[in-house]
């Protein structure tokens, strides 16, 4: 089933599931043309893919600095050759020596089978662009990913988990598919929820008027209710007029990985109607990586009006009252060995450095709240990535396999902290998709560990009056 | 698409075998959904879990939190396990023929 000549791939979505996107698939006959000219279109456009195509001297730096090669040891989990599964055919139609020479230099055709090449490959890499970081040239592998998912996508060649959650931001906001009345459901239950554990009265406003616009993820509505627990305790506790919006209730952005031209769009401009339409001051955004790197990094320049808002962190919001001694915590209530796992896309693609910046932000903050911290190495921004970024987050039997691979690096990690020991490690993960990713893999490789995010152990820690 | 004829009639499956219309779910659908999830037999516990997700899904549109589905069924998260091997998501949820979960889950 989902494997082409030996090649492990994602399910992909159907004709029926892209027609909900309103996507026509390139019939085979015609899929190697279109891929070229889209090549082209890519080549003239993005100055950073044709660096990554022009300027790589093969010295494998990136090979050792690779979870998905060290998983695997798959050669073409290389970030310089996964690349090269595209520059070969960069180099037959796009450059003098590869058209006299061809094969002679490296360059070769595009067939059908080089896409179902790029199908399988380019969904193994996860974006964490870890290459990119110690790539002496500066070339960023994750953009090669990012131009070959876009291209893989027009042709019609998309995994079915990635247009699901598609569909779901275009129907309904959000990619886990909740419509309002399960979310308001889902927050009554957890507003009753914090009353039962914590004796404290917190709601959970929803489309209201407010100061602060809150997006969390929407796996949360799901999987994680101390991560919306955590947060609403931490608004209440500061007195904040929050808001939580239906019409753009997602932190993700699905759109960065597989369709940036309109999906990624279509969410920035979801965000800033529902910014408008509530009047608020400030957009604070919950625990998610990949869609951090959205909003932050991408949306001043995609989405199509000016911003008026100031967008933040959560994190940076709490870390912001820790310094400030506006908090009362008691690190006691999170007793239990904890370790950090850095999520690449805060660490690693958000301009997170400086002492009050992101990536020492989330340490004030668990150094605040837990009372057994412990690092893991390497961290910061030198961290290795959960293994599920980008969502790669599929359980047909192939890809559940390589994500267990994939995770390997790091559950060599977590288990050199010895935080799960005795069984009773907690795993801070402040990521829906590492979330995703830990919830089954800390079971695959028994760590010993639960797998927690960080607002959730803010939550836990507050001390109210 | 491929499909499974459960008393004569035919319902097509996705790729994972999660029914595509959830209204030709009954109680027959849901034991020979379950043969392949390795619940052989479904007791009252199971039943219990498979009809508050039903009863969810047709109110909501989509699977309950899964804190919410303990909490009503009064089942810890290891005991749904244990019913359901291949989880509440992908087991319990397929059995109960709701669609396949999407996004960061």
């Not at chain 2, 091997?85 to 960061?104: D, N």
Request: aromatic fraction near 12%.
């Amino acid at each position: 089933m989902p494997e082409y000549k030996g090649m492990a791939q994602p399910v992909k979505a159907t004709v029926e599931d892209l027609k909900k996107l309103r996507l026509v698939p390139v019939p085979d006959e015609k899929k190697v043309e279109e891929a070229i000219r889209l090549l082209d279109e890519a080549r003239k456009k993005f100055r950073s893919f044709v660096l990554a195509m022009e300027s790589c001297v093969k010295c494998g730096l990136c090979a050792e600095n690779c979870h998905a090669y060290l998983g695997t040891r798959d050669p073409h989990n290389i970030p310089t050759n996964r690349a090269e599964l595209i520059r070969k055919v960069y180099k037959r139609y796009f450059t003098l020596e590869g058209r006299w020479f061809g094969k002679l230099v490296g360059a070769e055709d595009l067939t059908l089978d080089t896409l179902e090449q790029w199908y399988s490959y380019f969904y193994q890499c996860t974006e964490c662009r870890r290459c990119g970081s110690v790539c002496p040239f500066g070339i960023d592998t994750c953009e090669v990913t990012m131009i070959a998912r876009q291209i893989l996508y027009w042709l019609g060649m998309v995994p079915k988990l990635h247009v699901g959650g598609g569909w779901g931001i275009e129907r309904v906001g959000n990619q886990t598919n909740v419509a309002k009345p399960a979310i308001v459901d889902t927050l009554e239950f957890l507003s009753e929820e914090i009353k039962d554990e914590f004796g404290v009265d917190v709601r959970f406003p929803v489309d209201e008027e407010a100061d602060i616009l809150y997006v969390p993820s929407s796996a949360d509505y799901m999987l994680n209710p101390y991560t919306l627990m955590g947060a609403a305790m931490f608004f209440t506790y500061i007195g904040a007029k929050w808001t939580i919006p239906s019409f753009m209730s997602e932190a993700g952005n699905f759109g960065l990985l597989f369709d940036q031209r309109h999906l990624m769009r279509h969410l920035f401009m979801r965000l800033h109607d529902s910014a408008v339409n509530l009047g608020v001051k400030k957009i604070v955004w919950g625990e998610c990586g990949h869609g951090w790197r959205a909003w932050k990094m991408y949306l001043p320049y995609f989405v199509d009006r000016p911003l008026r808002w100031e967008i933040t962190h959560l994190h940076d919001e709490v870390a912001y009252y820790i310094r400030t001694n506006q908090l009362k915590l008691d690190p006691t209530r999170n007793s239990q060995p904890v370790t950090l796992h850095d999520p690449c896309n805060y660490v690693r693609a958000c301009s997170p450095a400086g002492p009050y910046g992101h990536t020492e932000n989330m340490r004030t903050i668990i150094r605040a709240v837990t009372v057994d911290f412990r690092e893991m190495y390497p961290n910061r921004e030198k961290n290795f990535c959960c293994g599920g970024g980008s969502a790669v987050l599929f359980d047909d039997p192939e890809m559940y396999q390589k994500r267990i691979q994939f995770s390997q690096t790091k559950a060599d990690q977590i288990r050199a902290t010895g935080v799960g020991k005795d069984g009773n490690g907690i795993l801070c993960a402040p990521c829906s998709i590492c979330k995703a990713q830990f919830y089954p893999m800390v079971e695959e490789h028994e760590l010993g560990v639960t797998v927690h995010g960080l607002i959730d152990l803010v939550g836990k820690a507050l001390v109210w009056k | 698409m491929a499909s499974i004829n459960v008393n004569g009639v035919e319902i097509e499956i996705d790729e994972d075998g999660f029914i595509q219309d959830p209204d030709k779910w009954n109680e027959d659908v849901a034991k020979f959904l379950a043969k392949g999830e390795g619940v052989e037999e479904m007791g009252d516990d199971h039943w219990k879990v498979v009809n508050y997700l039903r009863d969810y899904y047709l109110k909501f549109q989509i699977a309950p939190m899964i804190r919410k589905l303990c909490k009503e069924t009064g089942f810890s998260l290891k005991y749904i396990y244990e019913l359901f091997p291949s989880g509440p998501a992908k087991g319990a949820c397929k059995i109960a023929g709701l669609p396949k979960p999407t996004g960061c889950v």
